[in-house]
């Protein structure tokens, strides 16, 4: 088990490198970065000035190393437009964006889990198609569509629940439920999927054999077995949320990572987009590592090996 997670975290690292490499060279992809910083009628020798000041003339391979060192201690610069350093901004922003991607999970658990038990144990019944459905509905959906009728209907029309902003519980449940539904809907169909092939094994035949109720074979041999793909999923899609939220965040207003980046690439706001780039991608990578813990602790199977 040591060994294997030490295996995983050298992995995690060579990763986090290769991410520093790639928002290192977001500061080059839209061409020269003082061009970025300064107006388009600075004078040339002011522009040679502060390319000098802060190293951009010095080889490409010290800028990088003096960007680690930087990312490192977690500092990536000044935010050019709030003048404060831009991991502090990202921080201050991360609490809201946890918020919503804990609360968008615990919604599609909620939905899924059920809608995957029923539709696998009433399989080609008129229950089961309807819960497929339904499931395919939600993974068909795009997320702007979904959250835009949500706003329309619950928040404007309706006036059940504040459409903006970040506060009590009830600004969290449209982002949420916007977030989750995607991954509701995967989540069900692959646990259904499972579901009933674990149903067709020769050990859930021994148990109904032994006169095992039904309940208990459903619930504490199947669901056991079939839970594993499911934190894949949920790993993988938790990964998406914690980065992928932006457009969710933006129609809402919600006060998170995704809309802060957004802004600030229209800023063009390069130390806040390297800083929350590098934050998610640890977050990303750690998700991960986690994920791989879990799977020792519900599959022995796994730790053996």
Do not use: C
Not at 33 to 57: H, Q
Not at 194 to 213: C, F, L, N, P, S
Not at 268 to 273: H, L, P, Q, S, T
Request: charged letters at 15%.
């Amino acid at each position: 088990m040591s060994k294997s997670l030490l295996r995983k975290l050298r992995n995690a690292l060579i990763v986090l490198f290769g991410v520093s490499l790639i928002v290192f060279m977001l500061m080059y992809l839209s061409g020269d970065p003082i061009a970025l910083l300064l107006p388009m009628d600075t004078a040339p020798e002011v522009a040679e000035a502060m390319r000098e000041s802060l190293g951009f003339n010095d080889p490409l391979y010290i800028q990088y190393f003096r960007f680690l060192s930087g990312a490192v201690r977690g500092d990536f610069g000044n935010s050019l437009h709030h003048n404060q350093p831009a991991m502090g901004l990202i921080i201050e922003r991360m609490p809201a964006t946890i918020e919503l991607t804990l609360a968008s999970v615990l919604i599609a658990l909620a939905i899924a889990v059920p809608l995957g038990l029923v539709t696998a144990v009433f399989s080609n019944t008129i229950i089961d198609y309807i819960g497929s459905i339904l499931a395919l509905i939600g993974q068909s959906m795009p997320v702007f569509w979904l959250g835009l009728m949500l706003l329309y209907v619950a928040g404007v029309k309706y006036r059940l629940l504040p459409i903006t902003g970040r506060g009590t519980w009830q600004h969290l449940l449209l982002p949420a439920f916007t977030v989750g539904a995607y991954t509701a809907a995967t989540i069900a169909r692959m646990l259904r999927s499972r579901m009933i092939e674990i149903m067709q094994q020769d050990y859930i035949k021994t148990a109904r054999a032994k006169g095992v109720r039904h309940k208990w074979i459903v619930l504490k041999h199947a669901l056991r077995n079939a839970v594993l793909p499911v934190i894949t999923i949920l790993a993988l899609q938790l990964g998406t949320l914690l980065g992928g939220a932006v457009i969710t965040e933006t129609i809402f207003a919600w006060p998170g990572v995704g809309r802060f980046m957004l802004q600030a690439i229209q800023n063009r706001d390069i130390a806040i987009v390297q800083a929350g780039v590098f934050i998610l991608a640890v977050s990303i990578v750690f998700i991960n590592i986690f994920t791989d813990v879990i799977y020792t602790v519900l599959d022995p199977r796994i730790r053996y090996e």
